[in-house]
């Protein structure tokens, strides 16, 4: 089995910035992808940012400038670096975390999500 924990949520001004993380544990044997979406309340699950294990990334248009994925492999954890926030930024984040675990049986698996909100 593979658990996701996130962390990093909460309440900031618009402009602000918030870090978020997710960290992997479990009989992982490798991460392929590490992504992160949102949903805010009565629209649906959206990706904002998503991490290759060969370093690539991509990010929607909504964030791209503002928002950085990045990933530390030997700790199976995948950050976002959210700036410059917007209050149409405000959802509940949750990451995806998609490889292989010991065995060779795949895993895609989210994280219990995280609340960001930016208001003033």
């Known amino acids: 089995q593979v658990q996701l924990v996130e962390s990093g949520g909460g309440l900031v001004q618009p402009g602000g910035s918030l870090r978020l993380s997710c960290a992997a544990s479990?009989?992982?044997?490798?991460?392929?992808?590490m992504d992160w979406y949102r949903q805010a309340p009565g629209k649906q699950r959206e990706l904002v940012a998503s991490?290759?294990?060969?370093?690539?990334?991509r990010y929607s248009d909504s964030v791209k400038g503002r928002f950085t994925i990045s990933r530390d492999n030997a700790k199976h954890t995948v950050y976002l670096q959210m700036n410059s926030l917007k209050p149409e930024d405000t959802a509940a984040y949750y990451c995806?975390?998609?490889?292989?675990?010991?065995?060779?049986?795949?895993?895609?698996?989210w994280g219990q999500g995280t609340q960001v909100t930016v208001s003033s």
């Open positions: 991490s290759t294990n060969s370093g690539g990334s």
């Open positions: 479990g009989t992982i044997f490798r991460i392929n992808a």
């Open positions: 995806n975390v998609d490889g292989l675990m010991y065995g060779h049986r795949e895993f895609s698996t």
